[in-house]
């Protein structure tokens, strides 16, 4: 047996021995369920009482379409894969509110947490299974992802099922149990695009397992077959849709703008430092925390060098530690390696939360090792650190304060739109306050466009009649609505005393300050404001306007960012 194996694994507890393991393992599972239902309820405490963000708007308008094969075809419009739109195609019918339609996350992200637990147990005992729980479980950024209408639960959940499968499959010698870990991966896939990062790492460490365990034939080709059919889904999925978005103007616009940082640009800085940068980055956004981020760098590696130097002591398992060791750091450097191909960000943004599962292991890992393997002072400064994490916040997500996105604040709104808004004024928006506005004024039904203005999407609600900028145009700066105001005025054939509302709703909602701030023709705007994030402010269509200097440089257009994740700025 090779001495990596011998340093790591323990001998099978006997006798008195098997009493006490027995006795850890029963007040860890104990522990857990508190831990799980504590986090449980935060997570659906954050997912009451809050209209959707742009975001979980546009999730929802696409699949709020009237058959599965239209929301699949919307969906392909879409960075990301047709799982959580065919789900939440499916699940409307049971509800349309805002906590129902976050339920799936909530639920998902929940499982995901218990699932988390029992991958943990299975590798590195009870012990280092309840700090990961803990993490997963109370930590800001994984809270606040389990309350929305997003893909990265669904990611989570479906990618840590597969790969607890998997030790499962490897355990019991079973081609079944191999099977359903491959089909976890494959929904995985389906998920989200960064899942083929988390599978290529954990298929070189299935393979690395299977060549040195050697089970029987069957178990061995049910892995081929779910790898080749895992890659086959990647194909398809390549072939209809990811090659279609990959050169568009959103695609381009996320590369160069709100995840700029995310991706290596030779010539414009040093890769040591990308990689440096980036890494703790991850950390940082994981944690929500800056300085406690930079910490739990440092303690993840410390962790695998615990790992290697087999001071990481884990229940009976063939994994050596160099396979784990394998496991845990090689999806940083898939990730990191993608990055530098410009083929996926690496860096402190949701987009990399499948991190998570790696890194929240290793830290963990050198939690209780600092702890001496106890569990009560492991607990302690685990929960030290969330805490912290909490009071100190740093990380911004979501990016409208909960106060701001209170229910009453958008009821207002619509109140203000039906009582002050004559029928006959267009209202001018851009595309996230479109689809905010769309989903509720229109009262959560399919909103369907009329293309009766062109280069705009025109749809009318509430006897409303809203024209919203296309979806590569996503939030209002003073550059691209002195670019689009003319070009609706002419589409349009609006008369100088003809009355506009302008209206933004969602993340970016500045144009009102910005208008007045930097041009005098605008200075005795006013504006009507619900909250933090909803604004409306009424413009003749023969309003002075300012020259033709407000166009970006060279004469190109320029597009706002979409908000990056704080880590990643």
């Known amino acids: 047996m090779h001495a990596s194996r011998q340093a790591v694994t ?188 988390f599978v290529a790492a954990l298929g070189i460490y299935a393979l690395l397992r299977l060549l040195s365990e050697r089970p029987r034939s069957t178990v061995t080709t049910t892995w081929v077959a779910g790898q080749l059919g895992a890659l086959a889904l990647l194909g398809f999925l390549y072939v209809t849709h990811i090659s279609k978005i990959t050169h568009t103007t959103m695609a381009q616009q996320a590369f160069d703008s709100w995840l700029y940082k995310s991706y290596f640009h030779p010539g414009h800085g040093s890769l040591f430092v990308f990689v440096l940068a980036r890494t703790f980055s991850v950390f940082q956004f994981m944690l929500g925390q800056s300085v406690v981020g930079d910490i739990a760098t440092v303690l993840f590696v410390a962790g695998i060098v615990f790992l290697l130097r087999g001071k990481a002591a884990h229940p009976p398992s063939p994994a050596t530690s160099g396979q784990l060791a394998v496991l845990l750091v090689l999806p940083f450097v898939l990730n990191c390696a993608a990055a530098l191909l410009h083929v996926y960000p690496y860096g402190g943004t949701r987009h990399c939360v499948f991190l998570a599962v790696f890194g929240l292991t290793g830290i963990s890992l050198c939690v209780v090792r600092i702890a001496g393997g106890r569990s009560a002072r492991s607990m302690v400064l685990s929960l030290a650190l969330i805490v912290l994490c909490w009071a100190f916040r740093s990380i911004r997500h979501p990016y409208i304060y909960r106060a701001d996105q209170q229910g009453a604040q958008m009821e207002q709104a619509l109140n203000f739109i039906r009582q002050q808004i004559h029928p006959s004024d267009l209202i001018f928006v851009d595309y996230e306050s479109g689809l905010e506005l769309g989903h509720y004024l229109c009262g959560r039904k399919p909103v369907s466009y009329d293309g009766s203005i062109p280069g705009f999407l025109v749809f009318t609600c509430g006897g409303h009649h809203i024209v919203s900028t296309i979806n590569d145009l996503w939030a209002f700066d003073p550059q691209m609505f002195l670019e689009q105001w003319p070009r609706l005025l002419a589409s349009a054939h609006l008369k100088a005393d003809d009355q506009v509302w302008v209206a933004q709703a969602g993340w970016i909602v500045t144009l009102a300050d910005d208008l007045k701030k930097q041009f005098p023709e605008f200075q005795q705007l006013q504006a009507q404001s619900f909250g933090g994030n909803i604004q409306f402010f009424p413009l003749k269509a023969g309003q002075a306007m300012p020259g033709s200097g407000h166009a970006g440089a060279n004469g190109k257009r320029v597009i706002p960012n979409r908000p990056a994740d704080a880590a990643d700025q």
Not at 26 to 45: E, I, K, N, Q, T
Not at 175 to 197: R, T
């Open 10 to 197: 323990r001998v099978v507890p006997t006798g008195q021995q098997s009493n006490s393991w027995s006795q850890l393992q029963s007040r860890a599972h104990a522990a857990a369920l508190v831990l799980l239902a504590v986090g449980f309820l935060a997570r659906l405490w954050l997912a009451w009482g809050t209209f959707l963000n742009p975001d979980e708007a546009l999730h929802f308008f696409i699949a709020n379409r009237g058959s599965a094969l239209l929301a699949y075809r919307a969906s392909l419009t879409m960075a990301h894969p047709p799982l959580l739109i065919f789900l939440l195609y499916c699940w409307k019918n049971l509800g349309i509110s805002e906590l129902s339609l976050r339920l799936p996350s909530v639920l998902a992200g929940s499982a995901f947490c218990w699932m988390f637990f029992k991958w943990l147990e299975k590798l590195f005992g009870p012990v280092v299974a309840l700090v990961g729980l803990a993490f997963a479980a109370l930590l800001a950024p994984m809270v606040l992802l389990s309350a929305e209408v997003r893909q990265y639960e669904l990611l989570l959940l479906s990618a840590i099922s597969g790969a607890y499968l998997l030790e499962l499959a490897l355990e019991r010698c079973s081609a079944w149990l191999m099977l359903a870990s491959a089909a976890c991966s494959c929904f995985a896939v389906l998920a989200h695009y960064s899942a083929p990062l």
